[in-house]
């Protein structure tokens, strides 16, 4: 729930049920504290933080301070997924605490419990950053002295347990994916899926006036997201470089073609499905059930975006155009994150370079 700043105060604009008719009312502050108590009153799952535990700030009121910043700083996707997380381990562990009672030793436990999660390195990075801008909001705002939270070294994997980062589908596993689907839609949003490197967000958005035939290219300048707090789902993409024209093979754009004779379609409506758009959980259902009917090992949506790009690669795609292709600001993250290779793709690699060379 925002907070937000007026000329003569703060304010709030929450959804409230009066004579069970939800509504959205107004209420108006003079300060900033009024206001996030208000918020704390409303708040489904944190009526009763209290504002002071023994005299001191309790953890529950300033993490609602913190989360009012963050919503206002963040893009909403981004806010569902850094609250959600947060919430998740660092409220849960801290909640009954209060912030200047907070020491060392509660923060290594907290380490330990991060330490032990069965999730990847990267998250654990994840969880541990918001905790290092939780606590840097802290001191900045309520002059606790947590400064030395910021020095915590981040999680670093075991090179022994190093395993590859993504499963991805090689060309003879996608045609036997392929295989498994029923219909010209499930077809043609997969076959996209592999020869587009699109985010499934990128791909939900895709309207008919987005595709051209003619070119044999796509026009990413949305994406659609329902993991927000609010009603919003449409958004501009993930960054500036996402705005992109990414290109398609002609048997890709012939199956687009193909799909929106057979749907009659018009240029507003979503290519997947209509007037309105295919769910994530759709998809991710599709996935489940082509895999299974194919018996093809199974790999996440976003996966199909690192098939793509190492796909590209191994047919000879500079970096650069790929880089182009998938949206990304930075090339490293195109080649550290997202290109694949096994131990016979670099032997085979090398064997061919020094084919016919005679010593």
């Known amino acids: ?83 959600v ?16 009672s907070i020491t060392r030793i509660q923060i290594n436990k907290f380490i330990s419990y991060l330490t032990r ?16 801008s939780f606590f840097r909001f802290c001191v900045l705002n309520y002059d606790t002295n947590h400064s030395w939270v910021g020095k915590i070294p981040p999680f670093r994997e075991d090179v022994q347990f190093n395993k590859s980062k993504s499963n991805y589908y090689t060309m003879d596993e996608f045609n036997q994916f ?32 987005d595709f051209n035939y003619k070119n044999k ?5 949305k994406t659609l997201s329902s993991k927000t707090f609010n009603n919003q789902n449409l958004f501009s993409p993930k960054t500036a470089s ?9 048997e890709v754009s012939e199956m687009l073609l193909k799909l929106k004779k057979e749907t009659n379609n018009q240029n507003e409506h979503y290519i997947f499905s209509g007037d ?27 996966e199909f975006r690192h098939s793509y790009a190492t796909l590209m690669v191994k047919k000879g795609m500079t970096a650069s155009v790929l880089q182009k292709q998938l949206g990304h600001s930075d090339i490293k993250v195109t080649l550290k994150y997202y290109v694949h290779f096994e131990l ?6 090398v064997k061919s370079i020094f084919e016919g060379v005679k010593f």
């Open 242 to 250: 996402s705005n992109r024209t990414v290109f398609i093979p002609d």
């Open 117 to 132: 999660l069965k999730v990847s390195m990267g998250h654990k990075n994840t969880i541990l950053g918001i905790l290092k």
């Open 178 to 209: 392929i295989s498994g689907t029923k219909t010209l839609v499930e077809k043609t949003l997969f076959t996209v899926l592999m020869f587009s490197g699109l985010r499934i967000g990128e791909l939900r958005a895709m309207m008919w006036s």
């Open 217 to 221: 290219s796509l026009t990413i300048n």
């Open 344 to 349: 016979e793709d670099q032997s085979n690699e």
């Open 276 to 302: 309105k758009s295919i769910s994530e959980t759709t998809i991710h259902r599709m996935n489940t059930r082509i895999s299974a009917a194919a018996r093809v090992k199974k790999i996440k949506i976003h």
């Open 1 to 83: 729930m925002k907070i937000h700043k007026s000329k003569s105060g703060y304010y709030i604009r929450p959804y409230v049920f009066v004579n069970g008719v939800k509504k959205q009312t107004t209420y108006n502050f003079k300060t900033k504290e009024e206001a996030l108590q208000k918020v704390l009153e409303l708040s489904k799952g944190i009526n009763t933080a209290k504002k002071s535990v023994n005299g001191d700030y309790s953890f529950e009121y300033v993490w609602l301070d913190y989360m009012s910043e963050q919503e206002r700083q963040l893009k909403p996707t981004t806010f569902y997924t850094y609250r």
């Open 85 to 100: 997380n947060a919430e998740k381990h660092i409220l849960k562990f801290f909640k009954n605490e209060s912030i200047n």
